[in-house]
């Protein structure tokens, strides 16, 4: 019997490829192999699937990498900030196609905006208190924030995304340059 996070990673991994109109009882039961009766068994119908579907999304792919940057909270800044860019670079789950499914499907369905809009505003603070840490300047933390989190989206957006090599390379880039005379080269 598949578990609840079973049908969550299925639907994950449904949604990077076919994008939301895909996320149907029937796809995800032919993907798992299982009955309507297993599904119903974790889930309350679609609309109940959808909303730990997206609570899943936040966690697996925001507080996930938060906790994980965090592990080692006495750590400097600027090596938690970039341990989180080895993680998000680093990542191997569904590739930049579930945050493009994610960010298309927010503009068609208030519940997924709602979600969205918590998640970049989540990640935005986490990037504007880690260069606040490293420099006190809260304006300069807020652009610094916005930068990489724009490096971030942008890269997954373009046709064909970023490969992972030069995503590194222009984090590093960038890196350098808001870093300034604070740190020494990052790679």
Known sequence: MASRRDWLDAGLAILAERGAPALTIERLTGRL?????SFYHHFKGMGGYKTALLAHFEAESTTRFI????????????ARLQRLLDLVIDKDDHGPELEVAVRAWAQQDAEVRELQERVDRTRIDYLRALWLELTGDPDEAARVADLFYMITIGAEHVIPPLA?????????????LAAGGRAADPS
């Not at 192999?33 to 009766?37: D, M, P, S």
């Not at 906790?67 to 600027?78: F, I, Y």
């Not at 030069?166 to 350098?176: G, I, K, M, Q, T």
């Open 33 to 37: 192999g299982l009955t309507k009766g």
């Open 164 to 176: 992972k090599a030069d995503l590194r390379r222009l984090f590093e880039h960038a890196l350098r």
């Open 67 to 78: 906790e994980l940057t965090e592990a080692d909270p006495h750590a400097p800044a600027l």
